[in-house]
């Protein structure tokens, strides 16, 4: 795990756990439903940046003889559990708790108290944001969109903190509009909407990053622009007359694993092929920023 994705879940870690104390207070001296949500969802981010640098840590161990690959995708495996963690302990309990508040409403209470604690939330949340934001330029592509670094990028860490960051902003403006039109009107059932509105938000956040990671555990290929380089670099040799073909898989977000067929000329020696394909292995690291285990098999094009 590189520094800027560190540096964006311990700006994440350390907003969430301070709102979600405020918002347990809040909770339970207002009864806002809206509020409790929002709590719980605050509380389950905190255990998910917590869950991410697990998975970092985890990452680093050496390859042994059961996983010679290494662990790099734990990153992975730990980043779905925070969508399975984000989608109940978020967005299920408060979709729950709104219905409940609509079934059995009763007003809040201490106005002042609620929109102060979502004010602040609102702040520390856009701060964490903005750490997440920064970190992503580091690495985003400024000729890609947002939604689409989101769903192609190898590193899981920046992806799930900049959702959950936006998620937990949208959240918090929903619970502010729940609790004060349920002040202002006196109709319990504007928090319970505030509640539920929370809710489907998270699960929606929540789908799209298990999706993502789904398809990132059970080994992704590297981006389409990052194989036409290595094609390139591949072939870039007079010795070699073709790549008969080509698969590549991430292997962790820095490390990728390469395998191809390819076809040199006919009259190399052995030392010859072989320094040949040391060669093409030189030139295939060097074009791709990542780490890379490389297997090239001479073959003929049938």
Do not use: C
């Not at 800027?4 to 104390?21: D, E, H, V």
């Not at 970190?135 to 400024?142: D, I, M, S, V, Y």
């Not at 052995?270 to 297997?295: F, G, K, P, T």
Request: hydrophobic share 50%.
């Amino acid at each position: 795990m590189n520094d800027g994705s560190k540096r964006a879940i311990y700006a994440a870690f350390g907003a969430n756990l301070g709102i979600a104390i405020a918002k347990f207070v809040g909770a339970f001296i207002t009864g806002s439903a809206g509020m409790l949500a929002e709590a719980v969802h605050s509380a389950a981010d905190t255990g998910n940046q917590a869950l991410l640098l697990v998975g970092g840590k985890r990452s680093n161990r050496s390859p042994n003889a059961e996983f010679q690959f290494g662990f790099g995708r734990e990153r992975y495996f730990w980043s779905f559990v925070v969508a399975l963690v984000l989608f109940s302990m978020g967005g299920l309990f408060a979709f729950y708790e709104g219905v409940q508040k609509l079934l059995h409403p009763h007003e809040a209470t201490n106005l002042g108290i609620a929109i102060s604690i979502l004010t602040v939330a609102i702040a520390l949340e856009t701060f964490s944001l903005r750490t997440a934001v920064k970190e992503a330029n580091r690495t985003k592509p400024k000729s890609i969109s947002w939604w689409r670094f989101i769903k192609t990028s190898k590193q899981p860490e920046l992806p799930v903190v900049l959702l959950e960051d936006v998620g937990a902003e949208v959240g918090l403006i929903f619970a502010l509009i729940g609790v004060l039109g349920a002040h202002f009107t006196h109709d319990p059932r504007w928090d319970a909407m505030g509640s539920i509105t929370i809710g489907v938000l998270l699960v929606a956040i929540a789908i799209v990053l298990a999706v993502e990671m789904k398809g990132l555990l059970m080994g992704e290929a590297a981006l389409p622009e990052q194989q036409e380089l290595i094609e390139r670099a591949l072939i870039d040799d007079s010795r070699v007359v073709s790549i008969v073909h080509m698969r590549t898989m991430h292997l962790g977000p820095e490390e990728i694993l390469l395998a191809a067929k390819v076809e040199f000329i006919h009259t190399l020696s052995v030392q010859q092929l072989s320094q040949a394909i040391d060669d093409a292995e030189v030139r295939a690291r060097s074009v791709v920023d990542a780490a890379m285990r490389i297997y090239i098999e001479p073959d003929i094009r049938r």
